[in-house]
């Protein structure tokens, strides 16, 4: 079956089987690989990609479910050498470890700033769910997802530690 899609900006035309999984398809055909095959069961969000600017999960759609769309991948966030500011916000906050799950992090996170651009720590911890990371804890990953909201805001304010910390753990 033939797919047309963007992949990162760049127009894709290519034979897949029916039953291709995205994931798959960015990986194998397209060669990228921030996008990675964490659990196969869409558990763990390690495989998440932007569809048309909304966060999914790769291992859930089709190839032939994205023909004719945009998709986005870790790779395709950053403007040249300028990292996106999730990016820079997630070097900046030390918000990986491992970095497997990193990939999926970001684009978890740009999906939600991109919904909620000024979200508060709870909001942040909501929607990170279903995206895990085994390394972290999740403190300086939800650090870096509000520092990136006040870049992308234009402040650079450091948080108020009289605000109160970062629980250790998402969604608790």
């Known amino acids: 079956m033939r797919v047309e899609l963007s992949v990162n900006g760049q127009p894709r035309s290519d034979e897949v089987e029916p039953r291709l999984l995205l994931v798959h398809y960015l990986r194998e055909v397209c060669g990228l690989r921030a996008a990675n095959v964490g659990c196969d069961t869409t558990s763990c969000g390690a495989c998440t990609v932007l569809l048309n600017g909304t966060s999914v999960k790769s ?3 089709l190839t032939v479910q994205a023909s004719g769309q945009e998709v986005t991948t870790a ?3 950053a403007a040249g050498e300028a990292l ?7 070097r900046q906050e030390h918000g990986l470890q ?5 990939p999926g992090m970001v684009m978890a996170a740009v999906g939600l700033l991109a919904e909620n651009p000024d979200p508060t720590e709870a909001e942040v911890r909501e929607g990170l769910e279903g995206n895990f990371c085994r390394c972290t804890g999740y403190h300086n ?6 520092a990136a909201a006040r870049a992308t805001a234009g402040s650079a304010a450091e948080p108020d530690p009289a605000a109160g910390g970062v629980p250790e753990e998402v969604g608790a």
């Open 59 to 61: 291992c859930t759609v």
């Open 75 to 77: 790779e395709g966030l």
């Open 84 to 90: 996106h500011p999730v990016q820079a916000a997630f």
């Open 98 to 102: 491992c970095g497997f799950c990193t």
């Open 141 to 146: 990953i939800v650090r870096a997802v509000l």
